[in-house]
T-cell receptor
Framework: GQQLNQSPQSMFIQEGEDVSMNCTSS?????WLWYKQDPGEGPVLLIA?????ELTSNGRLTAQFGITRKDSFLNISASIPSDVGIYFC????????????FGKGTKLTVNP | SQTIHQWPATLVQPVGSPLSLECTVE??????LYWYRQAAGRGLQLLFY??????ISSEVPQNLSASRPQDRQFILSSKKLLLSDSGFYLC?????????FGPGTRLTVT
């Protein structure tokens, strides 16, 4: 089945630094989604992307749908302690499946 | 607006006991519904999904089962729990492409 390669697996940064993470696949995706999961809670949708090349922001978060439709990245600017959590990418592949393919997550630690 | 509920929030059950986790969605009709399991805080494993009442697709062979008795109700069950069933169980709904997750149930099998 399709796989999403999400990197890095984990990041340890200082408060105020910018963060970048990405997902790649060998398959073409129709949508890219980015989620954040706080400990003990369900993932929360941060950004949804629907078109190749699309660049979307949500506060300090910016995500882009790669022009090849096989990758996406998420940037967080000026990180703060509450950015701590696990970030997941997910996508819907060409053909309109009811299922999403998920990356394995990037665990972000922000040191004050 | 749509909301999704899961209960219980936490559960401790002995090996061999039955299981029933419930998920309900409000504010939407005919959603796709999903059950995921997450082990050790990483990686979401899709267990079941449903596109309508009584329609269940199983992704992973195991001792779990799912049912959808009503449009906005999704139930995860087991007749006899195994130690390996421990984990964080998440229910999600989707309208088209995005999925929205519930708060999860932490299951510990002892």
């Amino acid at each position: 089945g399709q796989q999403l390669n999400q990197s890095p697996q984990s990041m340890f940064i200082q408060e105020g630094e910018d963060v970048s993470m990405n997902c790649t696949s060998s398959s073409i995706f129709n949508t890219w989604l980015w989620y954040k999961q706080d400990p003990g809670e369900g993932p929360v949708l941060l950004i949804a992307l629907y078109k190749a090349g699309e660049l979307t922001s949500n506060g300090r978060l910016t995500a882009q749908f790669g022009i090849t439709r096989k990758d996406s990245f998420l940037n967080i600017s000026a990180s703060i302690p509450s950015d701590v959590g696990i970030y997941f990418c997910a996508g819907n592949t060409q053909g309109g499946s009811e299922k999403l393919v998920f990356g394995k997550g990037t665990k972000l630690t922000v040191n004050p | 607006s749509q909301t999704i509920h899961q209960w219980p929030a936490t559960l401790v059950q002995p090996v061999g006991s039955p299981l029933s986790l419930e998920c309900t969605v409000e504010g939407t009709s005919n959603p796709n519904l999903y059950w995921y399991r997450q082990a050790a805080g990483r990686g979401l494993q899709l267990l079941f999904y449903s596109v309508g009442i009584g329609q269940i697709s199983s992704e992973v062979p195991q001792n779990l089962s799912a049912s959808r008795p009503q449009d906005r109700q999704f139930i995860l069950s087991s007749k006899k729990l195994l130690l390996s069933d421990s984990g964080f169980y998440l229910c999600a709904w989707s309208g088209q492409y995005e999925q929205y997750f519930g708060p999860g149930t932490r299951l510990t099998v002892t």
